[in-house]
């Protein structure tokens, strides 16, 4: 009896530090984060999955940047962020849409931006957007600091001349 009841404590001890070993190998601080105030977002990736923000996805400053497709100055801002992608490469851009995920995808694939491992696209809805930001112009970029604290905003199409000084 006291032979079968001290392989259950080492078996619990085993399954215990395995366990352990299990949830902090691998994560490497991939689980995901709080993104502020950008959480009320609710954000979604564009195959419909909760948008989920990492450590590793914060490359020093983050850029959120509410678009649409059919926009003229949201076209110029992407052709603005391709044309400039080695200067915004430490840059976390999320390019935020309020239309159908397949306009967004397209956006994306478009113009380039779907490649370059700092940018990412999102869906929310058009009353969460409205309830963080006030906008009157697309595109709004709207800046963050490397802890995610908001900062300096801009409406309509920016040069990456105008945002750099901001990017910290």
């Known amino acids: 009896m006291k032979r079968k009841s001290v392989v259950n404590i ?4 085993a399954i215990a530090m395995i366990s352990v070993m299990m949830s902090s ?22 195959d419909s999955t909760q948008f989920e923000f990492t450590k590793e996805d914060l490359r020093g400053s983050l850029l959120a940047v509410v678009f649409s497709p059919g926009c003229d100055h949201c076209q110029a801002q992407a052709q ?5 992608k080695d200067r915004l490469k430490d840059v976390t851009i999320i390019m935020i849409g309020s239309v159908p ?37 697309l595109p ?25 000084p901001h990017l910290k």
């Open 10 to 13: 080492m078996l619990g001890i």
């Open 25 to 46: 190998c691998g994560s490497g601080g991939s689980a995901p984060v709080s993104m502020g105030e950008l959480d009320r977002l609710q954000l979604l990736n564009l």
């Open 80 to 84: 603005e962020f391709y044309k400039n």
């Open 101 to 137: 995920l397949e306009q967004i995808r397209d956006f994306s694939e478009k113009y380039g931006l779907k490649e370059l491992q700092n940018v990412r696209f999102a869906y929310a809805s058009p009353v969460n957007v409205l309830n963080l930001w006030m906008i009157d112009n």
């Open 140 to 164: 709004h970029l709207a800046l963050y600091d490397k802890d995610l604290k908001p900062g300096q905003t801009f409406s309509g199409t920016t040069s990456v001349d105008k945002m750099l």
